[in-house]
């Protein structure tokens, strides 16, 4: 064997000697050497600190005169390795491993390698709770990146969202990347959530980010995590980014249409090959993360006009859900209005009149669900009673159906017959209530029987297409 001596032409024996004693002092293990005839040779700091001998105590002696029970000379006889010897000095208790040293097959010494049992516990201690502390921190996180949805919570199956709930159900097991595009409030998350949930990540974390709300310059450090030191303010010991929170489950980026174009080329390296590199860092992560990615934006137009790589586009575009707005999808609304309701505790037993319904049917709905929801809310918070009247929706919503009813491409004469007489009923009850009083006051107006008119209302509520 050799060893890398300094300047080894002017390097003494006694310079030797030194120089591996200060390799052996560096051990944080206690060491401890006695020659052929059981005299101890060498200990080094680390075995005064375990056992309490000191160098004076010990070097030139007889070990089994120091240290009665000591069973390194029994290594001496049989030459045999002995590991995991548990002794107890007083106070102080230790486990040994021992050898022997040979050297042209005869056994001209042996070494004794010991670990104090204390700091063996209190490491072991540190251990157990930093493991407590760890499934603490996981079951905390876990909660907070968990899906909550899942297919059968998406109201429409059988209606306008049979199509798109069909084909996400299709490809939910599947690895494949997911781009799903549709209107503010349209259900994106709750369809990304139930895809998640369907899928063998289903118990893996479920970590959703709004591209559009995080600040530009943070986006990238929220994405892949940084580095100590990365930039100024960054964390002791570095962040973990939410690509590596979410490994093993489901990546959600909603409005992706608003990233950078420097930030969607990392995504794309991201994408391509399963690793990330936090910000700062050398060090590169392997992660198994599906990504599902939404935007409200015309992602193709923003490809053509080369705001959206392309090459990303087509990376996340593998299966594409488009999801309808409400307007397009009337035949939803009782379905989800008495969903809405039957999820509120306090009032899921409340119902709406017929009137409400027709003027939930007339509206436009910008904010899609997002805002029947919020709708739903404001009229059970201020119903008088049990059911909530047309008196009861946003002043804004009725203002706007009676402004501008909802256009119809069904431009037969009957339906447009109807949603005129439709509109001249409702105008006039909003002026006279619709209570019993003002229903009788309209019927007078509008030159027909309250009989007649309670019939219309009637007919209009079955119909509730307009
Ligand atoms: N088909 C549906 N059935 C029941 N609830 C729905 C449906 N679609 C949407 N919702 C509810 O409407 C709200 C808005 O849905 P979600 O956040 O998924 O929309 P989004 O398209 O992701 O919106 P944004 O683009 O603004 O992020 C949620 O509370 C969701 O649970």
Not at 252 to 260: A, C, K, P, Q, S
């Amino acid at each position: 064997m050799s060893f890398p001596l300094p300047n080894s032409q002017h390097f003494s024996l006694h310079d030797y000697i030194q120089w591996l004693e200060g390799i052996i002092d560096a051990i944080h293990d206690g060491i401890l050497v006695i020659d052929a005839n059981g005299i101890v040779q060498h200990i080094n700091q680390e075995y005064t600190v375990i056992t309490g001998v000191s160098k004076q105590a010990i070097i030139g002696k007889p070990l089994q005169e120091i240290r009665p029970g000591a069973q390194l000379p029994l290594t001496l006889t049989d030459g045999k390795y002995r590991s995991g010897i548990y002794r107890k000095e007083g106070k102080k208790e230790y486990v040994v491993d021992m050898a022997p040293i040979i050297h042209r097959d005869r056994v001209i010494g042996a070494v004794s390698v010991c670990k104090s049992v204390s700091e063996v516990h209190a490491l072991t201690k540190e251990l157990s709770l930093s493991k407590k502390r760890v499934a603490q921190l996981e079951k905390a996180v876990g909660h907070l990146h968990r899906a909550n949805y899942t297919f059968p919570d998406i109201v429409g199956a059988e209606g306008g969202l049979k199509k798109v709930i069909q084909q996400a159900r299709k490809i939910a097991t599947s690895a494949l990347n997911v781009l799903i595009t549709g209107e503010s409030g349209t259900g994106k998350e709750l369809f990304a959530q139930a895809i998640h949930q369907s899928s063998h990540r289903k118990n893996a974390p479920f970590v959703a980010v709004n591209c559009a709300a995080i600040p530009l310059h943070l986006l990238e450090s929220e994405l892949f995590g940084y580095e100590e030191g990365a930039f100024t303010h960054s964390k002791h010991g570095g962040k973990m980014g939410l690509f590596e929170l979410a490994h093993t489950g489901t990546l959600f980026l909603d409005e992706i249409g608003d990233m950078t174009q420097d930030l969607q080329a990392k995504l794309l390296r991201v994408l391509q090959e399963g690793r990330i590199r936090r910000v700062g860092g050398l060090e590169e992560r392997e992660i198994d993360v599906r990504v599902i990615a939404a935007t409200n934006k015309d992602l193709q137009a923003m490809v053509e006009k080369k705001r959206f790589r392309d090459d990303l586009y087509y990376r996340l575009n593998v299966v594409h859900l488009s999801i309808p707005p409400l307007r397009q999808r009337k035949q939803d609304l009782a379905a989800i209005v008495s969903s809405l309701i039957r999820q509120r505790p306090r009032q899921a037993h409340f119902t709406i009149d017929p009137e409400a319904m027709v003027m939930l049917h007339q509206y436009d709905w910008p904010g899609n669900i997002r805002e029947l929801k919020n709708t739903i809310d404001y009229a059970l918070n201020i119903a008088d009673g049990e059911t909530i009247t047309s008196a009861d929706l946003p002043e804004t919503l009725r203002r706007q159906v009676f402004a501008n009813p909802a256009p119809s491409a069904d431009r037969h004469l009957k339906t447009i017959v109807e949603q005129a007489e439709y509109q001249a009923i409702v105008t006039v009850l909003q002026e006279t209530g619709y209570d019993g009083k003002g229903k009788k006051e309209a019927a007078k107006r509008l030159g027909i029987s309250l009989a007649t008119l309670y019939n219309k209302l009637s007919y209009y509520k079955m119909k509730g297409d307009f």
